[in-house]
Nanobody
Framework: QVQLVESGGGLVQAGGSLRLSCVAS????????MGWYRQAPGKQRELVAR???????NYADSVKDRFTISRDNAKNTWSLQMNSLKPEDTAVYYC????????????WGQGTQVTVSS
């Protein structure tokens, strides 16, 4: 059974930085995509960033040039470096692992709160 454990959320002032990390344990199949999603109160969960085995990345327009996703394939870990944080970045952040086999599998972390004060 695959488990994802997140760390690194917290409270920060606008303009500050936080780094989120996620570690996956269990049988991790490749290829896969590691990502981060977020959900603010009253809103739907949305993609923040994702990265493939090969290092290709996608970012939400709202975080481009501020957030950077990275991964360590050997350790099954990935991180989200968040700079220049804004109050609108406040949300619960979830790490996600999507394995692209047959069948594909989708795994989620427990969520970590990020609060950005103005």
């Amino acid at each position: 059974q695959v488990q994802l454990v997140e760390s690194g959320g917290g409270l920060v002032q606008a303009g500050g930085s936080l780094r989120l990390s996620c570690v996956a344990s269990g049988s991790i199949f490749s290829p896969n995509t590691m990502g981060w999603y977020r959900q603010a109160p009253g809103k739907q969960r949305e993609l923040v960033a994702r990265i493939t085995n090969g290092g290709s990345t996608n970012y939400a327009d709202s975080v481009k040039d501020r957030f950077t996703i990275s991964r360590d394939n050997a350790k099954n870990t990935w991180s989200l470096q968040m700079n220049s944080l804004k109050p609108e970045d406040t949300a619960v952040y979830y790490c996600n692992l999507l394995t692209l086999g047959i069948p594909s599998r989708n795994y989620w972390g427990q969520g970590t709160q990020v609060t950005v004060s103005s």
